[in-house]
Structure formats: structure tokens, C-alpha cells
């Protein structure tokens, strides 16, 4: 038999091919050619002269790298006041940064759960919480998208040491999960509460202190929620907030927070850079919900199919992987980067375009970007 240890990747690639499921690369130039309506960057930040200035401030004073994990080579005192920045922002004792909004969720789930005890995940989680939970190696139960009724349900039955997690807003389809229904599920159930808040924040809450914030539940006992940079912040990175404690066994047992680099000082700087601002500038948070409503209404006006949107992200069904997928390059062609989401990063199986509202998308632009949008649909 010949040597052929890989040919069962252009099997796959093949049957990717057939179902309308290849992904590509596609270059992207240092100057925005189109107009976006794609990327995280909710509060238009990413490029903000005061945030990349605190990026090369921070690279110039503390390196390029972190160096090593930050039990072994030393924590700075810029992620220190990156922490207790980010802490006292969203209303938590205390933060870790790591080096991704993905490391973060692992790190809470692994080092909070484990064999014996059990989760109850959202069937509508992100892939790092899915992925948290698999490494947990403890039982894991996934639940009906929204639904704290069927969180209780499990919670009870179960009845030893347990957490329930959510993302705050659905990076699918921009909807909100029920969080006081949840906190209440979890506090008579005696459960710890996991909340990722990689859409919430920036966004949700009085100048985005984020969901949990805005629900009134930042800083409960049985609270702890994770955090991305690299979305309203416009850098790069991940937290995890919580009580003290928490926090303190994270340091001592967190896999992704041990054996990794820490995060690198141009990042810490930048979002640190964007923290301050949106602390001056509270009224972006309010903003990109505004752009967010008037892009949902605008694209149902034009008799599209849209959900509501409880944040910043607004999806619009397509009829098909394909479709959906000719649909975001003919956007594109037409001057609008446009997300498009199809399987498997859709757990309903329900291809979509993803529209992101950014805070500094003027009327003009939200006019024009829905006209493409309509213009371009399928026809079905
Ligand atoms: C809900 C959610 N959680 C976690 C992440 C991962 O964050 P990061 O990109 O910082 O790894 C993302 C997106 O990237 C996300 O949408």
C-alpha cells in the first residue's frame, strides 16, 4: 500500500466543496477599502490614534512580548492596572488577563469544574465555552438555547457541585440570553454562574459595563464572567473576572493561564487605552445599540428577515449555505464587508449574514449598507 497518511484530507476537502462549505482567506489591505460591517470592533476603536498610541507606548516601555508566562518571567505592572481597571469597570473584585477571550473561557470553565461535577451549557455557546467544557472532563449538559427553566430542571436533578454558562449576547444571531432567570436558576440551585461576556461589554450596561452589569449581577458571589479585548475594546486578549478567590485559583490552576505566554504589553496597552476612553466617552456604548436598531429596522423594512437585536449584532437569514455565501461577496463587491456565517459555525444549521453596528457608522452609511444588502438578496 502506498504512503498516503493525508489523503483522507482531499476527501473531506471534497465533500467541504460539494456542500458549499470551503473557507478562504482573503487578503486584507492595511487601509479599509470597504465599508465594514463585519468585524468586532463595536465602538470603532481598533484604530483610534489614542489607542494605538498606548499599543506602542507599552511595546516601547515593556517589549514586544510578554516573555513567558507570567509565573515565570513576572507580572508588570501594566497588566496589573490593566486588571484592576477592567475589575472595577464591569463591578467585579478582581480580573486575570490571558492571552485570548478563547484562553479565558477555558481557563474559568477547566479550573472551575472538572471530574464529579457537571455543566449546563446553552445550546447556543461559543465554540471556546463547547471546547472549555470538553476539557473539563466534567459531565456536561446542554441545555435548549434561552431556556432557565430546563437550567434549573438539570440543576436540581443533579444536585452536587455544578455551573451553569451562557454567552451574555449570541455571537450568531445578536440575542440575549435571559441572565436574572439564569442567576436565579443557579442561586436556589446553589450553582456557580459563568456568563462570557465577549458581546456585552462596550456595548450593554451604563457606558458598557457590559450584561451583567446592565442586569444588575457584576460583583454577585456566584458570579464570574469572561471577557474578550478584541472586540469593543479593539485589541487583543481575554479576561476573566470574578470574586478574589476565583480569581487566586486560576493563578494556581488554569492550564491556559500557567503554560502560556502572558498577553502581550501592545495589547495590554491598547486596551487599557480603550478602557479610559470609553470611560470618557460613555456615550458610544448607547451609540452602537442605536446604529444596531437602526440597521435592524431599516433591513426588516426592506423585507428582509432579521432578529432583533439586544446588542450590537444583527443577523439576517439567508436560504442557504451557498447563498449566503454568493450573498456576502456580492456585498462586498458592492463596497460592504458583511459577515457570513454558515455551518458549522451555526448550531441550528441556518445559514446567515452577520452585520456588526459600530458606533461610528454615520446615517449615510447605515442607508447605503442596508441598500446593498437588499439589492443583493437571493431571490427566493
Ligand atoms: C462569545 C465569544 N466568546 C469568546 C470568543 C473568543 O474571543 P477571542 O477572539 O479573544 O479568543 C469569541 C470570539 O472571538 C466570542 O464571540
Avoid at 457608522?361 to 437588499?374: G, K, M, S
Wanted: aromatic letters at 4%; a negative charge.
Amino acid at each position: 500500500m502506498p504512503f498516503a497518511p493525508f489523503d483522507w484530507i482531499d476527501d473531506e476537502a471534497r465533500r467541504r466543496a460539494d456542500a458549499g462549505l470551503v473557507r478562504t482567506l482573503r487578503p486584507r489591505p492595511a487601509e479599509p477599502e470597504l465599508l465594514d460591517l463585519a468585524s468586532n470592533d463595536y465602538l470603532g476603536l481598533t484604530r483610534h490614534p489614542e489607542v494605538t498610541a498606548a499599543a506602542a507606548g507599552a511595546a516601547r516601555r515593556w517589549g514586544a512580548g510578554a516573555t513567558g508566562s507570567r509565573l515565570v518571567t513576572g507580572s508588570t505592572a501594566l497588566h496589573a492596572e490593566l486588571e484592576r481597571e477592567l475589575a472595577d469597570f464591569c463591578g467585579f473584585e478582581a480580573a486575570l488577563v490571558l492571552s485570548s477571550g478563547y484562553a479565558a473561557n477555558l481557563a474559568a470553565l477547566t479550573a472551575l469544574t472538572g471530574r464529579g461535577s457537571l455543566i449546563v451549557s446553552d445550546a447556543g455557546n461559543h465554540a471556546s465555552i463547547v471546547d472549555g467544557c470538553r476539557l473539563s472532563r466534567a459531565e456536561t449538559a446542554v441545555v435548549p438555547h434561552a431556556d432557565p427553566d430546563a437550567v434549573r430542571k438539570v440543576l436540581h436533578a443533579h444536585g452536587g457541585r455544578a455551573l451553569a454558562v451562557t454567552d451574555s449576547v449570541f455571537s450568531v444571531d445578536g440575542d440575549a440570553a435571559p441572565l436574572p432567570e439564569l442567576a436565579d436558576a443557579c442561586r436556589t440551585e446553589g450553582a456557580a454562574l459563568l456568563v462570557d461576556d465577549a458581546h456585552g461589554l462596550g456595548v450593554l450596561g451604563e457606558g458598557g459595563r457590559g450584561a451583567l452589569a446592565a442586569a444588575g449581577l457584576a460583583g454577585g458571589e456566584g458570579i464570574v464572567t469572561t471577557l474578550t479585548l478584541s472586540k469593543s475594546l479593539g485589541s487583543q486578549g481575554g479576561a476573566v473576572l470574578g470574586p478574589a478567590r476565583v480569581i487566586e485559583h486560576l493563578v494556581n490552576t488554569a492550564r491556559t493561564f500557567i503554560f502560556d505566554t502572558g498577553l502581550a504589553p501592545a495589547a495590554a496597552g491598547a486596551a487599557l487605552g480603550s478602557l479610559r476612553l470609553i470611560r470618557r466617552e460613555p456615550e458610544r456604548a448607547d451609540r452602537a445599540r442605536a446604529v444596531a436598531t437602526a440597521l435592524y429596522e431599516q433591513l426588516t423594512e426592506a423585507g428582509l428577515t432579521a432578529v432583533r437585536p439586544d446588542a450590537a449584532v444583527v443577523s439576517v437569514r439567508a436560504p442557504s449555505a451557498d447563498a449566503a455565501v454568493r450573498w456576502a461577496a456580492d456585498c462586498r463587491a458592492e463596497g460592504i464587508a458583511v459577515g457570513c456565517f454558515r455551518p458549522p459555525s451555526v448550531p441550528d444549521g441556518v445559514s446567515r449574514l452577520r452585520l456588526t453596528a459600530r458606533a461610528d457608522l454615520t446615517q449615510e452609511q447605515i442607508a447605503t449598507a442596508v441598500a446593498v444588502v437588499r439589492r443583493t438578496a437571493p431571490v427566493s
